[in-house]
């Protein structure tokens, strides 16, 4: 007499992913969006004619410099390469300083912006991600429509990224959800600091206003466009010398504006590494900040890439790119 072998336990049921959205963005959120992102814009048209001769001075020209570095390696080196790829450690107050710095590009408070970047490249150049060039087909008219979207018309749009799915471990930190509650502040500050330097640095208020208008408001409407040029431009054309899932390219001449991150086939390719420009000449200002910020004790654990990984990720000679 045989005797049945013992039944093995069930295996616990999988739990069900999260949903990729969380809902749609409010009206009031919408519409604060919206203006945002077409009040710099306008600005910058209007303030145009002010430039022939007599509109722009070296005032204006250096607060704008040192704003749009400020504010832009806020999410160069913050919001991307440590918030969102996790390419090295921070301690506390780098990290506070990260997070506000990357507000003042008025591109999103950081929790938001995280869980969008994350959405992007689980799903890159895909039904799921928010902003490809290649969702709408191939024909000239559909990659028009995508280019239009992947720079700036996503944003236009109600879908909301799940934060729970995508950004749980920053929306447990106290202090990010702070900073992120109070991005309206930071890019107020944004604003009206250039125009109170304009006015303290010329003693006039005609210093001020050009001061408010092109350090704050055209400086944030040129940013903007940087930022969605790497969504964009660096999804549809460049060289791609790395295998990636998708269709991202390095595309040099936005290289110095963008503060390295159009090297976007190498970050696609090997998204936590803290340097995207990896080749001779190829220049990363935002990974040159973390190495100081590395040698000054503030960084550590940065995810340096290296020759061997490099090698393994290099697309092979005669291969399609």
Same mark, same amino acid.
């Given at each position: ?215 704050? $408001? ?38 110095? $504006? ?64």
């Amino acid at each position: 007499m045989t005797t049945a072998a013992p039944a093995r336990p069930a295996e616990p049921a999988r739990p069900e992913p999260k949903p990729i959205l969380s809902g749609q963005v409010g009206r009031t959120e919408l519409l604060t969006i919206r203006a945002f992102l077409i009040i710099p814009l306008l600005a910058l048209v209007a303030a145009v004619p002010l430039v022939w001769g007599w509109g722009i001075g070296w005032v204006d020209i250096i607060v704008a410099a040192v704003f749009y570095t400020l504010s832009t390696l806020g999410v160069t080196v913050g919001y991307h390469r440590y918030f969102t790829h996790g390419s090295f450690k921070a301690n506390r107050a780098l990290r506070i300083a990260l997070a506000i710095a990357g507000g003042l590009a008025a591109q999103g408070s950081v929790i938001g912006w995280v869980a969008d970047h994350r959405r992007h490249h689980a799903f890159s150049d895909r039904e799921g991600d928010p902003h490809s060039p290649w969702l709408f087909g191939t024909s000239p008219i559909a990659l028009a429509k995508g280019f239009w979207h992947a720079h700036m018309g996503w944003l236009f749009g109600r879908d909301k990224t799940n934060i729970d799915r995508f950004a749980p471990d920053l929306a447990a930190d106290r202090d990010l959800l702070l900073v992120d509650r109070l991005f309206p502040l930071w890019v107020s500050l944004s604003v009206l600091l250039p125009a109170v330097l304009g006015g303290v640095l010329t003693l006039s208020w005609w210093g001020a206003l050009t001061g408010f208008l092109w350090a704050g $408001l055209a400086r944030i409407a040129f940013q903007h466009h940087i930022t969605w040029s790497v969504n964009s431009i660096c999804h549809m054309i460049g060289d791609r010398p790395f295998a990636s899932r998708d269709k991202s390219a390095n595309f040099w001449p936005l290289a110095i $504006l963008s503060m390295g991150e159009s090297w976007h086939n190498s970050h696609h390719a090997d998204p936590t590494s803290a340097r995207h420009g990896v080749g001779r000449g190829q220049i990363d200002i935002s990974a040159r900040l973390i190495w100081v910020f590395e040698k000054l004790g503030w960084a550590w654990k940065v995810r340096w890439p290296t020759p061997q990984r490099l090698a393994r990720l290099a697309v092979p000679a005669g291969a399609p790119r």
